[in-house]
């Protein structure tokens, strides 16, 4: 079964705050779901299907459901594969639209780290209890920076990839972010401003990394006769991929990611190529993560990433491939840690031509999301949907 | 400039029943990797099933200790600290630090040797190289 056409993105909406002290992470849901619902000029009591993560409080949906008074459920998703996981609930809203399991699928994310002083990158962090790779590797202070900073270090080793060409993909996402009212970061820097920030784990400096922001996002996903009532732009899903990385038993490659095989997924469902895409949110937890997965998607040839984001080619109006024309998670906002969720938002704005004036793509009808979620040089979540205006 | 590797606090290591060998002989200063019995190929890290085909029919054999840089990091925290892959002469890549050195002079390829680490409390030693 296809799910090309068979469902569209109806509601989307970003939180506008990036620190949220006076607001519970319940509460922030609740607005998300709200402002997704606005968006697309449906009610509450229209959600039948309702997507959230092991980040919405207590046991998801349960709690959840129970907090935004969702009495229509008739189906529930919590996959949870970091944040990646909002790009794969796209993709599994749209299969439960077209198994006629639900006809109104609500996705939230929230969360508050920055409120709660979390260190997200560079203190040791884990998930849960009983972890099997845990013992084998907390001990190592691993943390989210130097993981990412090992795939780094590999690629560079393999493929001559330098700090100057991963500076490149923070220069085009702070080009954006300069015209986002909301974005954390709205300077524009320099290659050499990145080169020169301080170093957290070589050879990722700070501005390779990520901001760490509270708020959250929401979507509503319906079928095609819902959609075409209600009064928005129509951005249809039209493929969906979706893949986990390991440690392959030891034999581990951190060149590369699980976009490698949840790209083609996508893009034979979709039946378009690489470079049919018009606009690409790409997910930027590090500057890194964003070149290997062009590479893995296919924009370019493996190890070529590094030449291909140089000289600002994803900076809109200016490159070849116009990428997180919202500052992405690298300027704008990563709320809760989680990217995929604002990485899905701003394709929908950019394919109903909402993005900001300055950084829109023009007749832009063609547009793909990608997330990894986890650990980029451990084990992640890979999802990537291919999205088209009709 | 130097940045000589710190001595920091190890946690404890949460360990549990399945993985209780390998903990032992690290207490006892070696090295075990997992051995598919159905396949006679090698698994990291340590688990009660094979990766390959799922079975039982696993067990933990003795590695030669030695290995070379896969890829590293340092961690450029107060008390830096480097976190590595270290492939094994066996084959696997394993998820450790690289200790005793200066972290400035570290290189993907470089020769390491295993040295056992005193972690928090009971706790059993965490397995980490250095340069060989």
Redesign the interface.
Known sequence: MSINGKAYIVGAYEHPTRKADDKSVAQLHAEVAFGALQDAGLSKDDIDGYFCTGAAPGLGPLNMADYLGLTKLRHLDSTDVGGSSYVLHVGHAAEAIALGLCDVALVTLAGRPRAEAMATG?A?RTWGA?V????????????V???Y??????HM?EFGTTSEQLAWIKVAASHHAQWNEHAMLRKVVTVEDVVNS???????HRLDCCVISDGGGALIITRPEIAKSLKRPLVKVKGHGEATKN?N????D?TFSGARWSGPRAFEEAGVTPQDIQYASIYDSFTITVLMQLEDLGFCEKGQGGKFVSDGNLISGVGKLPFNTDGGGLCNNHPANRGGMTKVIEAVRQLRGEAHPKVQVPGCTLALAHGTGGLL??RHGSATVILERE | MATPASNRTLPAIQVDPTNKPYFDAAREGRLLIGLCKDTNKHFWYPRGCSPFTLSNNVELVQAKGTGTIYTYTVMRTKEPYCVAYVELDEGVRVFTNIVDCDLDSLKIGQKVKVVFKPTQGDSPPATMFTPA
């Open positions: 560079t040791p009983n099997p790779d845990d013992p084998f590797e907390m001990v190592y202070g691993r943390t920076a130097n993981v900073a090992m795939c780094a270090m590999r080793h301080p170093m957290v784990s070589d050879p990722l440690q038993a030891g034999y581990t951190v040089g451990t």
